[in-house]
């Protein structure tokens, strides 16, 4: 099963807490109670410990702190000599670690390693994290870092047992509290959280918030268009096409089809498992000619047959039948509805049909042609398109006067075929920004 660091790591984190929970219980020193003589020798109880919850509360990273709270996986089972070797970092601090048994590890040990870590204060989290994969023999590392966030003066928070039903509006006496933030979260970023907190009457301890979401660092998708020159051409051609079920029995021998093409050097054919079914769709009939038709469908030998009439539709799908047995089906399906005076469309279920075919040179021209020609003489009417890359320094955003620099200068596109480099193309471009900067980029040309 694969290893789910996040699941295991809030399992982690609730041991944590309900240790601090159960240790707050025993060691809370409770005032001494006067004896009511109407209670005879009845001791008064302390209040019960209740944790409570509030969610998707909006707040803003105020500082990070150099401490933070891993998972990993290791070969080592001696938990000094993870220690020492965590030490050997420069600027390590201190470590409070431990073993943890898990159901989900990559390495199949059965346990995880899990540690508080904190360093010096001018040390770059993801440094930490490079050196502690790089020279210790921690593998999979991940979790949490601390962080100083300002909350809301007032939050509303529930009960986390459900049943209960508990409600309280907590007020902090400051809006600055502790945070387990993930580890790409920077100071100022706007981020969702959820907080935890166990309530002993009116007085509230173990407060921690936990990250939701990074606002911040949402993936933000846009979309522009975009006039540029081709910088490169990949030797591969991609095409894509409708697959009806007729059509499959004359289809075996087309990728050696294809390979046969000059310049053409491989072709692979990826077909998705198309089922012998039709629908029929039309008005409303009259009962009589419903029942005629409802009696010829269950009478022709089809796998399943389902048909109602308001409005009329209808599936016939048929098991382990030849496309040219199929196709006689449909015929007669449709001769019928017409001697039965029935206004309808019959339709295949279709699925698709798509390739990649790799080309002994960038010059597309003449293989596209011959592909096209091929496979219309099978029926199918396919787009083909080559790979290559547009050199494009900028992206702009149509929404507002922003321009967004793509690092590489350089966006993997679709193009149309019979292109050369240097060819000036417009296209549409889709592309993703995380924290204004472009991550991602797809170019389809119109």
Do not use: C, W
Not at 94 to 110: C, I, M
Not at 254 to 276: C, K, Q
């Amino acid at each position: 099963m694969k290893f789910d660091t996040k699941t295991i790591f809030s399992i982690f984190i609730s041991i944590l807490m309900i240790g601090s929970i159960v240790g707050f219980t025993a060691f809370y020193s409770f005032p001494d109670q006067n004896q009511n003589p109407n209670n005879g020798d009845q001791p008064v109880l302390p209040p019960t410990a209740i944790n409570f919850v509030a969610e998707d509360i909006e707040v803003r990273v105020d500082q990070m702190l150099p401490t933070m709270r891993i998972q990993a996986e290791t070969n080592e089972t001696d938990l000094a000599a993870i220690n020492s070797s965590i030490y050997a970092i420069e600027g390590i601090k201190r470590v409070n670690a431990g073993f943890e048994q898990s159901s989900y590890t990559l390495l199949g040990k059965g346990y995880v390693y899990v540690a508080e870590i904190s360093f010096d204060n001018d040390l770059n989290l993801g440094f930490v994290i490079e050196k502690l994969e790089e020279e210790t023999s921690l593998e999979y590392i991940d979790g949490y870092t601390f962080a100083l966030i300002e909350l809301p003066l007032t939050i509303e928070m529930q009960s986390e047992n459900t049943a209960l039903g508990l409600s309280k509006t907590y007020k902090f006496s400051e809006n600055i509290s502790e945070a387990l933030v993930d580890f790409d979260t920077l100071e100022s970023d706007q981020l969702t959280v959820s907080i935890t907190a166990t309530f002993i009457g009116d007085d509230a301890t173990n407060i921690m918030a936990f990250e939701e979401e990074n606002i911040t660092a949402a993936p933000v998708e846009k979309s522009t268009r975009l006039e540029a020159e081709i910088a490169s051409l990949e030797n591969t051609l991609f095409f894509e096409a409708i697959l009806p079920y007729t059509l499959i029995d004359s289809l075996f021998s087309l990728e050696e089809e294809i390979i046969a093409i000059d310049d053409v050097n491989t072709a692979s054919i990826y077909m998705t498992e198309a089922e012998a079914k039709l629908s029929i769709n039309g008005e409303e009939i009259e009962d009589a000619k419903f029942s005629e038709l409802e009696i010829f469908l269950n009478d022709i030998n089809a796998g399943a047959v389902s048909v109602e009439n308001n409005p009329l539709t209808a599936e016939v799908s048929f098991e382990e039948i030849s496309s040219n047995s199929f196709s006689e089906k449909k015929e007669l399906i449709e001769s019928t509805l017409e001697e039965l005076e029935i206004e309808a469309v019959v339709e295949e279920i279709t699925e698709l049909i798509s390739g990649e075919v790799q080309l002994e040179s960038n010059n597309s021209t003449q293989a596209a042609l011959s592909l096209i020609t091929l496979l219309k003489s099978k029926g199918l009417s396919a787009e083909i398109t080559q790979s290559g890359k547009l050199a494009v320094q900028k992206l702009s955003d149509p929404d507002s006067e922003l321009s967004y620099s793509v690092n590489t200068g350089l966006i993997q596109s679709v193009l149309k075929t019979g292109h050369s480099i240097g060819d000036t193309v417009n296209a549409n471009v889709d592309y993703v920004l995380v924290r204004g900067i472009v991550q991602s980029a797809q170019v389809i040309e119109n």
